[in-house]
């Protein structure tokens, strides 16, 4: 071989191995960069999975209704304490209206009337549970508003409320983490929702609203045993 071809060849051999190396360089870049964007689609389907499931967790209680709601009395239906803020026998006159011994009116919170109808519409039973010691008389108030088509159970006689959820949960066959409570005196929310009962502390300025029923369905779909 001349000494020209020998250049010629050893030229041709470092151009081939250039070749060589520039590919080599080029198929590491490509697999570098596909592992590149197949870990960052990894983390992001990942990511996602993770929000499916926190979705999942957090929106599980949305939806959830109680399958009982009970209701206290006075100052929860209506606007007084039945033994000392009225006076008994009541009567219902033609025009309607319930009146007490000497003729005053006798109504309840302006809303409760259409809150208990519209409750018993969408399929709700409901109850009363009252500590109050004029049974007779508030059974003969509840008879003359003709509440009685929407009650399924009436508890109304003294002592700790836990007595009467018991006699609920017996007769109706539903347990305590299935109802809905509206009561005005803290020392019964105290006492039911220790046993897992949602319960709602009514404003006795305000008595149940349609607005009140709402928050009650909504703390209960939440979740939350009760307001602090
Ligand atoms: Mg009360």
Same mark, same amino acid.
């Given at each position: 071989?001349?000494?020209?071809?020998?250049?010629?060849?050893?030229?041709?051999?470092?151009?081939?191995?250039?070749?060589?190396?520039?590919?080599?360089?080029?198929?590491?870049?490509?697999?570098?960069?596909?592992?590149?964007?197949?870990?960052?689609?990894?983390?992001?389907?990942?990511?996602?999975?993770?929000?499916?499931?926190?979705?999942?967790?957090?929106?599980?209680?949305?939806?959830?209704?109680?399958?009982?709601?009970?209701?206290?009395?006075?100052?929860?239906?209506?606007?007084?304490?039945?033994?000392?803020?009225?006076?008994?026998?009541? /009567?219902?006159?033609?025009?309607?209206?319930?009146?007490?011994?000497?003729?005053?009116?006798?109504?309840?919170?302006?809303?409760?009337?259409?809150?208990?109808?519209?409750?018993?519409?969408?399929?709700?039973?409901?109850?009363?549970?009252?500590?109050?010691?004029?049974?007779?008389?508030?059974?003969?108030?509840?008879?003359?508003?003709?509440?009685?088509?929407?009650?399924? /159970?009436?508890?109304?006689?003294?002592?700790?409320?836990?007595?009467?959820?018991?006699?609920?949960?017996? /007769? /109706?066959?539903?347990?305590?983490?299935?109802?809905?409570?509206?009561?005005?005196?803290?020392?019964?929310?105290?006492?039911?929702?220790?046993?897992?009962?949602?319960?709602?502390?009514?404003?006795?300025?305000?008595?149940?609203?349609?607005?009140?029923?709402?928050?009650?369905?909504?703390?209960?779909?939440?979740?939350?045993?009760?307001?602090?």
């Amino acid at each position: 071989m001349t000494p020209v071809n020998e250049e010629l060849s050893f030229m041709y051999s470092i151009s081939l191995t250039a070749k060589r190396f520039t590919q080599f360089l080029c198929v590491s870049l490509l697999l570098t960069k596909s592992h590149w964007v197949s870990g960052n689609i990894q983390r992001t389907c990942s990511s996602d999975s993770c929000s499916s499931v926190d979705m999942a967790t957090r929106t599980e209680p949305k939806g959830r209704k109680p399958k009982m709601i009970v209701f206290d009395l006075d100052y929860t239906l209506w606007p007084f304490w039945v033994d000392t803020h009225v006076d008994p026998p009541f /009567q219902k006159r033609k025009s309607g209206d319930v009146v007490d011994r000497n003729g005053r009116p006798v109504k309840p919170y302006r809303e409760v009337p259409d809150v208990l109808k519209k409750l018993k519409s969408e399929g709700y039973l409901i109850a009363v549970a009252s500590r109050t010691s004029c049974t007779k008389e508030a059974n003969s108030l509840i008879a003359l508003f003709n509440w009685d088509q929407y009650f399924c /159970q009436k508890e109304i006689y003294p002592g700790c409320k836990l007595t009467h959820f018991n006699k609920f949960s017996a /007769q /109706q066959g539903i347990a305590f983490k299935d109802m809905l409570f509206f009561d005005d005196e803290y020392r019964n929310i105290q006492d039911l929702s220790k046993v897992g009962v949602t319960c709602y502390y009514i404003d006795e300025s305000i008595g149940v609203t349609e607005a009140v029923i709402k928050e009650g369905l909504q703390q209960y779909s939440d979740g939350i045993l009760k307001e602090s």
